[in-house]
């Protein structure tokens, strides 16, 4: 059994059955007395009745039925789990669960009153629709009694007793603290009043304050600090002080405000979607894609192709992702464009990695043509002409002995050879590799392997 108004009779007064606009933002206006709902709920359960008069809020006087996608649902109330059963549990669970109250009417008598806190719910083919009492939606709907609770910080918490504390608390921001609240009235409000283990004060704080108040102050746009009352040294009362939490941007909780000032936010309404679900789109979709959809739902309706719903085909075509024919031509020249792109990149690199190659060649060549001069001039000059006769009867064609005899140690055609030469006469030149690595991060063998991977790309 679910009361509400624990701590006082709260005067609700004559509702006018109008409907109401309200500022579009991700804010749960919930009727104050709703929110001591004091029934062993579940977390998600909490969240399914947070979530869904959120849904329903712009409309629940006019509709009697209201509806939502289970995927935004299980988004709303950060729900990752695939399991419908535990879903269709919880709102069992809701229709299952009784709530009362008392009103004080104009006259000054007072009235009870009772209903569940949903009077329907089915899922159908993705979709959850739900209906509420008409008297309990009237006292939902009420402008004058209510608490904003942000989804956003219903849909981070992980905890029902941070949960519950944060809707007990946040209702209280104006005024900068709770009303004092008795130990048995707390344990109620915290659906704890059965548990045993938290009779005492030190254990219920231990286990169920403070795990909550640093839950609340880590996750939420409010900061929560416990003050006692005690007679003695036992406690005999609790409230708490509430201040806004300074780190409110860090955590996401303006978002919700800023979708409705987004350009594609205001062209779904225009086209006839549904707020929670132009949000949802919004949220997930670029720009761009957003537009080309409706772009394309126009195209279609003014031709007079869509035979059923335009909102409807907007729906399918946004996320089944249809596709004009201008959206095809878009993205075949994206695709060739990509590889045009890809094709200059990578003969970019190639052209970078030979040319890097060519210049640590021609420093090695360079510095190994020095070494070598540098010992034949240590070298006499009958010494000097027995070495060139050596060295030119080792090369293997005439073409390379002109080379040599016109350009010295340094002709590129006998370079190889002279290496060989003077290294096998005890001249100490480091290989190509062993240089090439003092000069570049990169190995040569390295570089060799891309240079034939991206030329047999480029063939």
């Known amino acids: ?206 286990s169920v304050i403070k795990p909550a108040i640093a839950e609340v102050n880590k996750l939420s746009n409010i900061q929560i600090e416990l003050e006692t009352r005690q007679k003695g040294r036992s406690v005999t009362g609790l409230r708490f002080l509430i201040r806004p939490n300074p780190q409110l941007s860090l955590i996401g909780m303006d978002e919700e405000d800023e979708i409705t000032q987004k350009k594609t936010y205001k062209l779904l309404l225009d086209q006839g979607i549904s707020k929670t679900l132009a949000r949802s789109w919004v949220i997930e979709y670029d720009e761009s894609y957003i537009i080309s959809k409706v772009e394309l739902a126009r195209s279609k309706a003014a031709s007079g192709k869509i035979t059923s719903s335009a909102t409807g085909f907007l729906k399918a075509a946004i996320e089944q992702d249809y596709q004009s024919a201008l959206d095809i031509e878009k993205a075949q020249q994206k695709t060739v464009d990509e590889a045009r792109a890809q094709k200059r990149a990578r003969e970019a690199e190639l052209h970078d990695l030979k040319k890097t190659l060519r210049n640590i060649e021609a420093m090695y060549l360079v510095q190994s043509t020095q070494a070598i001069e540098q010992k034949i001039q240590d070298l006499s000059e009958e010494d000097r002409r027995e070495v060139h006769e050596a060295f030119e009867a080792t090369l293997s064609s005439r073409l390379f002995v002109t080379e040599f005899r016109k350009h010295g140690w340094g002709a590129r055609a006998s370079f190889p050879d002279a290496l060989t030469f003077w290294q096998d006469r005890g001249v100490g030149l480091p290989s190509f590799d062993a240089f090439a690595e003092t000069q570049t991060t990169k190995k040569p063998d390295d570089m060799r392997a891309r240079i034939a991977e991206l030329e047999k790309y480029l063939k």
């Open 1 to 206: 059994m679910v009361i509400i108004g624990v701590n006082s009779i709260i005067r609700i007064p004559p509702m006018k059955h109008t409907q109401k606009t309200l500022p579009d933002q991700s804010v749960v206006k919930k009727n104050v007395s709703a929110i001591h709902i004091n029934a062993k709920l579940t977390l998600v359960q909490r969240k399914l009745v947070n979530a869904l008069l959120y849904n329903a809020y712009d409309h629940l006087l006019a509709h009697d039925t209201h509806s939502l996608n289970i995927a935004l649902l299980s988004e709303m109330i950060g729900f990752d789990s695939r399991n419908l059963a535990h879903l269709k549990s919880a709102l069992t669970g809701l229709v299952e669960t009784s709530i009362q109250w008392d009103v004080l009417e104009d006259q000054g008598s007072t009235s009870w009153e009772v209903a569940t806190l949903l009077s329907f719910a089915r899922i159908r083919d993705g979709v959850c629709s739900y209906r509420y009492d008409k008297g309990l939606a009237e006292k939902l709907f009420h402008p004058d009694i209510y608490s904003k609770i942000n989804l956003s910080v219903v849909r981070e918490m992980r905890s029902a007793h941070a949960l519950v504390l944060y809707e007990n608390c946040y209702r209280f921001i104006e005024i900068g603290h709770t009303a004092w609240w008795d130990l048995d009235t707390f344990r109620t409000l915290m659906s704890i009043k059965d548990v045993p283990s938290y009779q005492a004060f030190k254990s219920m704080n231990r």
